[in-house]
Structure formats: C-alpha cells, structure tokens
C-alpha cells in the first residue's frame, strides 16, 4: 500500500522554527515530484512548494519564499520542509502529496497529485 506519512507539527511561537518531514511508505519517492499544501479553517487549500523528482527545480508561494526551505533524501525516502520566521498566518493543517513526474519541475497545484498524506496540524501562537 503506498503512503504518504507527514509529521514534525505542532505549537510554536511566532519567529520559531519547525521542520516537517514526509516519509514514503510501501513505495520509493524516485521519481515523484512532491508537494507541499496547506489549509487553515475556514480557507481553501493552498500550495505552499514543491520539489522535483530529481530535486533539481523547487518552487515557493510567494507567502513563504524566503523563509520555507524543500529538501529530499532519497536515500531516506523522505522529503522535508523547513519553515523559519513562522508567522499566525502560517497555521493550518500541512500536506504532502506526491505524483511519478519525470520533468525536470514539480506541479504547483493539488490536481496532479495522486498521493496523499493525512496532514500534520501547525500552530503558530504566542
């Protein structure tokens, strides 16, 4: 069975930092571009980054750019996304997705995205 496996959220105060992780289960994350979104209450989903399969191509909303990070660790199975300077604004639950995609760029929205994980919850407060 393929799975997408988010964590590494929770509370933190505004400035902080956390580091999500998404781990592949039963399958390899070669060859997946790989996706990150998010939807806080009350608002629509919302595209966040994506890495490409071969991680040479990322992508940022403009929301984030600077202060998100998207790696992957193919040897791990695992891409993450490091998120610095967090904001109120930032909170919502976080996803990752994941599509075989063998160009050289990831896709920017949800669509594409055949795989999905169950999302991890990210708070920013004081």
């Known amino acids: 069975q393929l799975q997408l496996v988010e964590s590494g959220g929770g509370l933190v105060q505004p400035g902080g930092s956390l580091r999500l992780s998404c781990a592949a289960s039963g399958f390899t994350l070669d060859g997946y571009a790989i996706g990150w979104f998010r939807q806080a209450p009350g608002k629509e989903r919302e595209g966040v980054s994506c890495i490409s399969s071969n991680g040479g191509s990322t992508y940022y909303a403009d929301s984030v750019k600077g202060r998100f990070t998207i790696s992957r660790d193919n040897a791990k199975n695992t891409v993450y996304l490091q998120m610095n300077s967090l904001k109120p604004e930032d909170t919502a639950v976080y996803y990752c997705?994941?599509?075989?995609?063998?160009?050289?760029?990831?896709?920017?929205?949800?669509?594409?995205?055949?795989?999905w994980g169950q999302g991890t919850q990210v708070t920013v407060s004081s």
């Open positions: 997705a994941g599509q075989p995609w063998f160009s050289g760029w990831c896709p920017r929205a949800a669509r594409p995205y055949d795989y």
